[in-house]
DNA sequence: CGGCATGTTTCGCC
DNA sequence: AGGCGAAACATGCC
């Protein structure tokens, strides 16, 4: 799942944290940092951020940095807001726990992180530097300027972090499909009126998707996406392509 | 068993 | 120098 809208659905969840004391931690140290323990042992959670698909647990001590990578995801107070992870296993197993944060008055730990496949990671005051401009945050200028200086596809550029944090694999397909754009147009192809299109169209789509629960919510569902069919805007039989090494579902008839 | 999976980093090649 | 694509990472599921 972990797109930026899981993310922001998980940043929200974790406001609930905001003021407690951390009293015990566990953590698994393949994914976390050296004495990651003794860095955060009894420290408060002062604030909750989110930068593309990194959430940000903000401390009177260091900054924790939790990255999902494919299948991970956070259970706050012992309850999942987002409970099934597509393309992840239903089950909620207390070994694919990564970490877990208590905190006073609580049974259940207040954090957990659990994460089956492992590609995710935990990281202390993380650097942010690199990543392009947020997807609540995108502009028609900041987009086309990102795009104009890349030849790539289109779909390669929107999921590089570098230009623009937080689309993941299904919301850039989603917006793509919206913007009428095809996924192999070069991205410095776009002309300014394309660019503002996207932005406009990724800016409206998220916020609806976020409303409805991620990024698994929109037009070019996980069904869609497997079964393949007809375009529901103009009917043309919906095509799955390999770009940049990701499943990329479009329709050739109104994306151009 | 083979193939596939919502992500990111690294390596090697231009 | 720096952009780009493929491979690698690790594991579960169909």
């Given at each position: 799942v972990p797109e930026g809208l899981e993310a922001e659905i998980w940043r929200q969840e974790?406001?609930?944290t905001v003021g407690r004391t951390i009293i015990d931690v566990w953590v698994d140290e393949?994914?976390?940092?050296?004495?990651?323990v003794d860095l955060v042992a009894a420290v408060t959670i002062t604030g909750i951020r989110r930068s593309g698909k990194v959430v940000l647990i903000d401390t009177d001590g260091p900054t924790i940095g939790l990255h999902f990578g494919?299948?991970?995801?956070?259970?706050?107070?012992?309850?999942?807001?987002?409970?099934?992870?597509?393309?992840?296993?239903?089950?909620?197993?207390?070994?694919?726990?990564?970490?877990?944060?208590?905190?006073?008055?609580n049974f259940a730990p207040a954090v957990r992180l659990n994460d089956p496949r492992r590609l995710g990671h935990i990281s202390i005051d993380p650097d942010l530097s690199h990543l392009g401009t947020d997807i609540f945050d995108l502009t028609a200028r900041s987009l086309g300027e990102a795009l104009g200086q890349r030849r790539t596809a289109v779909k390669t550029a929107l999921l590089n972090p570098r230009v623009v944090a937080g689309l993941g694999n299904l919301c850039v397909d989603e917006v793509l499909w919206w913007a009428g754009i095809s996924p192999h147009r070069p991205a410095n192809s776009l002309d300014s009126i394309?660019?503002?299109?996207?932005?406009?169209?990724?800016?409206?789509?998220?916020?609806i998707m976020l409303q409805r629960g991620g990024s698994t919510m929109?037009?070019?569902?996980?069904?869609?996406?497997?079964?393949?069919?007809?375009?529901?805007?103009?009917?043309?039989?919906?095509?799955?392509?390999?770009?940049?090494?990701?499943?990329?579902?479009?329709?050739?008839?109104?994306?151009?």
């Open positions: 974790l406001a609930l393949r994914v976390a940092p050296p004495s990651f494919m299948t991970g995801r956070v259970i706050v107070d012992g309850e999942a807001r987002i409970e099934q992870l597509e393309y992840a296993s239903g089950l909620d197993r207390p070994e694919w726990d990564r970490l877990r944060l208590f905190t006073a008055g394309e660019a503002e299109l996207l932005a406009d169209v990724t800016h409206r789509r998220l916020r929109g037009t070019l569902s996980p069904e869609v996406r497997r079964t393949c069919p007809a375009c529901e805007r103009d009917g043309s039989p919906l095509q799955r392509d390999r770009i940049c090494g990701r499943t990329s579902v479009w329709c050739p008839g109104h994306q151009r």
